[in-house]
């Protein structure tokens, strides 16, 4: 099958809100970016819930928002099926326009949560699955996670969902990653979408930067099992790290408007940021507020060689330096994507 690769360029007109309705998870996920210190304990209830995506989704809300039509929802957690409140909230997305709905789940599907929705509710159900075999998945996911999965996807495909699938690239798995796209074609999963581990909550505070893979090993094998996965059929995903000397720089908190929602009521804008108080707004007393400076949203109209100000700032080591200290390669924004689709799939 002939594919097709482009950079998928930041929308105007499109919003996404991340909405973490919870951050408690049933596992404990070497690479898991929740960081409760930052984002708090609670469990939404639905009415809360209701409130907050009523207020992203009209434009008395928030300056920042002006059509819910073009703002795609992603309900994640911790595990969002753990929060008994996520089928009303999804009938309530879809009762109030949104785009698109999502949910990113670890495969567990608490609360009997297909029982309860359809897949007229839903866009896509979104996997969690970061390894081929139980060996790799559960070394990094948790003992029984890859078997629970993968009957989940079984079950929510039978029944009709669209099913995506998530692999957290990290060096114990990296080389399993061209295992994934036969095992996601035999599961019927549409959409693939590769991250790589960002060094933020849990690997952060446990100093495990070493999970990180150098460019070069990601170079040589992420783009390569894209197109596998393409070749398969697969419409897939993945960062574009860093840009070609042709490319413009973007910063998707200018350009593009994402909002990454959490359930103490901070709303970030960059998820580079999440480990720090500086979200550009917050939600309070039911009320969307931008907060004064100095947030994140001040640092990103910094022009700097590097690209992205906030890898500058946290993660310098991944910035490539001559011995003259000139950027070799400038860093995109992480919102940045390449797809790869088979040449006939419709978007
Ligand atoms: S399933 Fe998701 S939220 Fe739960 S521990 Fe793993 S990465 Fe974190
Ligand atoms: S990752 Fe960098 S470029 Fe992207 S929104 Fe954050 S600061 Fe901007």
Redesign the pocket.
Known sequence: MKTIKRTVEFRPNSRNLFFHILTSCNLSCRHCYINRDQHGTKTLGIETIKRWLRLFSISEGSKAIKGVEDTNVVFLGGEPTLNPALPEAIKEAKSLGYGSITIDTNGYLFNDFLKKVSPDDLDYISFSLDGSRPEINNSIRGKGSFETCVKGIKRAKELGFTISSIFTTSRINIEDLTNMPPLLKDLGVTRFFIQVIGIRGKPAKEGEASLQIPWELWNNVVPQVAKEAAALGLICHYPKVYLEPEEV??????V?E?FFVFPNGRVY?????EDYPVHSYEIRDGVLIKRPPIT?AD??PLRIPE?????KILHPGNIPYDHNGNVIKR??????KEEISPISSKK
């Open positions: 720089f973007e910063c998707a908190g200018v593009a994402n804008t960059c998820p580079l940021c994140e640092l990103y690209g992205c100000v906030m890898n860093v995109a924004c992480c919102m940045l």
